[in-house]
């Protein structure tokens, strides 16, 4: 039986892989735990990883494009969070696990996070850059030329 019946290959669910190791390195391998003032940092890190997420999942629908990563764009979005990062919601997904991080408090548990991008980068964002470039060429080249891709 194939994992991908059990789990869709979406970037939330490798987010939630993510954390769920974060969890068991916080427990049985913590480097350094943090005291008390790691617990509003991990909140505002997290509920400011949700608020540009909400932000830039405002945009696909405001575009009436696509926001799955395995979909073909129907529109090249460039405003709002997107006028500064391609993808702000990988990048507000990095932030709240780097909050999920301080939450569980410890310093592997942060650390881990360092994985995330290149991960994402390879499994999805890719893909995604190849799609924009055949759906809107010259276009996607000079956005991706000028904004960052984290």
């Not at 994985?115 to 893909?127: C, M, S």
């Amino acid at each position: 039986m194939s994992i991908r019946r059990h789990f869709p290959d979406l970037p939330p669910v490798w987010a939630a892989g993510f954390f769920a190791v974060q969890i068991g390195l916080g427990w049985a391998l913590p480097l350094i735990r943090f005291g008390d003032w790691a617990w509003p940092l991990g909140w505002l890190l997290l509920g400011a990883g949700l608020a540009l997420a909400g932000w830039s999942s405002v945009w696909f629908w405001r575009k009436k494009t696509t926001i799955e990563p395995h979909e073909t764009p129907g529109t090249l979005i460039v405003e709002g969070p997107f006028r500064l990062n391609r993808n702000p919601i990988y990048t507000a997904m990095a932030i709240c696990l780097v909050g999920t991080g301080f939450l569980v408090g410890a310093l592997s548990a942060v650390l881990l996070v360092a994985l995330f991008p290149p991960v994402i980068t390879r499994r999805f964002i890719r893909a995604e850059e190849l799609a924009l470039r055949a759906a809107f060429g010259p276009e996607a080249e000079r956005y991706m030329a000028r904004t960052r891709r984290w």
